[in-house]
């Protein structure tokens, strides 16, 4: 089945990018999934990308797909204090639920 | 448009007692996944539910049960429950389902605290 990895931290500067990396196993995922967990609270969707896409942007978000790598990244452009939280990258292909990786913790410096 | 409505929010319960946790998906949604989110399993994938009918499940046991309505809303329930069942337990919920193209939403989730 799908396996997500990602790093479980990250600390940036506010102003500075942040870029939150994700890898996973199924070359078949065909939806990906980007969340945000602050303290407390349930998982908000950013945004998403599907695997016949290399590249979607909104907003302050920029999201990469390598497909030959199986490699997902988050970019947050001009990252503040609130950009604080956990980000799940989650995927799902065929007929299975979604699969999330354990969660990245960013820490933003004022 | 609201959004993903779960309750209670907050509850606690002794072992071996009976929990029932209740999901309204967005209006118009049909698919409602549960999913269990603890700080040593991560998030878990327990059921998903789509026009009253089960068509995924984890690798939950069977104290793990749930349902839809007819008006997609969904309830899930534990029963005799143990102190690991302690837990963020999150609703999501999508159009026809996470493996169609469709954005996925949770809710704010139910914490569960078993004693």
């Known amino acids: 089945g799908e396996d997500v990895e990602q790093s479980l931290f990250l600390s940036v500067r506010e102003g500075d990018s942040s870029v939150i990396n994700c890898t996973y196993t199924?070359?078949?995922?065909?939806?990906l999934y980007w969340y945000k967990q602050e303290p407390g609270a349930g998982l908000q969707l950013l945004t998403y990308i599907f695997s016949n896409m290399d590249m979607k942007q909104d907003q302050r978000l920029t999201v990469l797909l390598n497909k030959k790598d199986k490699h997902l990244s988050l970019r947050i452009a001009d990252t503040q204090t609130g950009d604080s939280a956990i980000y799940f990258c989650?995927?799902?292909?065929?007929?299975?639920?979604?699969?999330f990786g354990k969660g990245t913790r960013l820490s933003v410096i004022a | 448009k609201a959004g993903v409505t779960q309750t209670p929010r907050y509850l606690i319960k002794t072992r071996g007692q009976q929990v029932t946790l209740s999901c309204s998906p967005i209006?118009?949604?049909?698919?409602v996944s549960w999913y269990q989110q603890t700080p040593g399993q991560g998030l878990q994938f327990l059921f998903e539910y789509f026009s009253e009918t089960q068509r995924n499940k984890g690798n939950f046991p069977g104290r793990f049960s749930g349902r839809q309505f007819s008006n997609s809303r969904s309830e899930m329930n534990v029963s005799t429950l143990e102190l690991g069942d302690s837990a963020l337990y999150l609703c999501?919920?999508?159009?026809?389902?996470?493996?169609?193209?469709?954005?996925?939403?949770f809710g704010e989730g139910s914490w569960l605290t078993v004693v």
């Open positions: 199924d070359s078949s995922s065909t939806y």
């Open positions: 209006s118009g949604h049909r698919s």
């Open positions: 999501a919920s999508s159009q026809t389902g996470p493996n169609s193209g469709n954005t996925i939403y």
């Open positions: 989650a995927g799902t292909s065929g007929n299975t639920p979604l699969v």
